[in-house]
């Protein structure tokens, strides 16, 4: 009975200790709660939903009525002709996704932070965070303007004594202009969390390398690089993670006719097959796969990184 007492008292302690940090900082603990909420509505909930993908599940019959078939959605998948082409153009999008939206908000935050006229800077700041806040309609619309027969690129073209070409409906053009678009949207908003982190940085390191004799590109290298770099490697991780969600909204504007063998990914698939055909079973178990992809790639890039930056956990 005795040994139980050290337990009991450290139980007793933590819970008075965490009644004194809500006290403290209530306004804190509330804020975190429509995160709680929306964490729980629509990731935690849904997810019970998940089982469907074992069954031949009926709308009207209900996940209770509808007939267990194991894996049989599983193996429809893997043997489905196309499936390898799906596959294929997700990796190789979210690959060069990845590659090319990781670096770029770093280079930029990096631009941003050695801008010193206040005015300038915040201008460029709201300038490159407005794309974000377009939808993916209003991108795409933009894109096939300015690449279409009579944008400005092609105006250009002409200018110089080329032939007019119809990019988007180029296959060859499909993933560039698809990781443009991303980098046009998201690049500048991704900034916030490294500019967040650079001014984190204890301004005597600086110090430190001026009376060293480094110049303005040695601190960028050998200071604001190494103490940005543990912020990196977590975006970078929570990116792997949805290295199989590309997103159907970004992909669909972009898709024409003549690229569909290029820009049909799982999530346009999951469109076609689960929203027009209604095979709410074999969509579930394609999004079960991409979890599971997802999950298997972020443990692997987290066991590699710990020793940078300590991982996610």
Known sequence: MDSAHPNTAGVAFARERLATNVRKHWMLYVMVIPGIVWFVMFRLIPDAGAVIAFQDYNI??????????????????????????????????????????WPVPIILALGINEVRVTGLKRGLQTILYLPHFFSW??????????????????????????????????????RPMVVLASLYRDSGYGTIVYLAAIASINPELYESAMMDGANKIQQIIHVTIPMILPTAFVLLLLRIGNFMQLGFDRIWN???????????????????????????SLTTAIGLFQSLVGFILIYGFNKLTKKVSGGLW
Do not use: C
Request: no cysteine.
């Open 137 to 174: 309609v209003v991108i795409a619309g933009l894109f096939f303007q300015v690449l279409g027969l009579n944008g400005v690129v092609n105006n250009v073209i002409d200018a110089l004594g080329g032939d007019r070409i119809l990019f988007v409906q180029q296959r060859w053009f499909f």
């Open 254 to 280: 972009f898709l024409t006719p003549l690229t569909w063998s290029v820009g049909d990914v799982f999530d346009t698939y999951v469109y076609r097959v689960g929203i027009t055909e209604g095979q709410y």
């Open 60 to 101: 009207f019959r209900g996940m209770a009525g509808s007939e267990w078939v194991g894996l049989k959605h599983f193996r429809y998948l893997i043997t489905y002709p196309g499936f390898y082409q799906i596959l294929g153009n997700t990796l190789l999008l979210g690959l060069v996704t990845i590659l090319f939206g």
